[in-house]
């Protein structure tokens, strides 16, 4: 079994920051990317920010230069770092990872519970 858990949940001004992390538990191989997705009430569920196992990194364009994407590899965890929040970054924000939980498996998707992100103008 493998479990992400969120954490981080908060409100928050605008302009303000909030870092967000997510820790993967549980039988675990390989972590492929790890992600940040988002989910504002009415709204599809959108890509924010993926981080490769090397490093590299992704942003939808309405986060570069405000949010960072790191992870800690021997610790299994993600982070996104928000600065310079909007009322338009109010969402759930969700982890995601592309995992191997053994060599013999195929990669799987698996996803947190979710996280509320309030930001009041």
């Known amino acids: 079994q493998v479990q992400l858990v969120e954490s981080g949940e908060g409100l928050v001004q605008a302009g303000g920051s909030l870092r967000l992390a997510c820790v993967a538990s549980?039988?675990?191989?390989?972590?492929?990317?790890m992600n940040w997705y988002r989910q504002a009430p009415g709204k599809q569920r959108e890509l924010v920010a993926t981080i490769t196992s090397g490093g590299g990194t992704y942003y939808v364009d309405s986060v570069k230069g405000r949010f960072t994407i790191s992870r800690d590899n021997a610790k299994n965890k993600v982070y996104l770092q928000m600065n310079g929040l909007n009322a338009e970054d109010t969402a759930v924000y969700y982890c995601?990872?592309?995992?191997?939980?053994?060599?013999?498996?195929?990669?799987?998707?698996?996803w947190g519970q979710g996280t509320q992100v309030t930001v009041s103008s």
């Open positions: 549980g039988s675990i191989f390989f972590i492929y990317a």
């Open positions: 995601n990872a592309d995992l191997r939980i053994n060599p013999l498996t195929s990669r799987n998707n698996f």
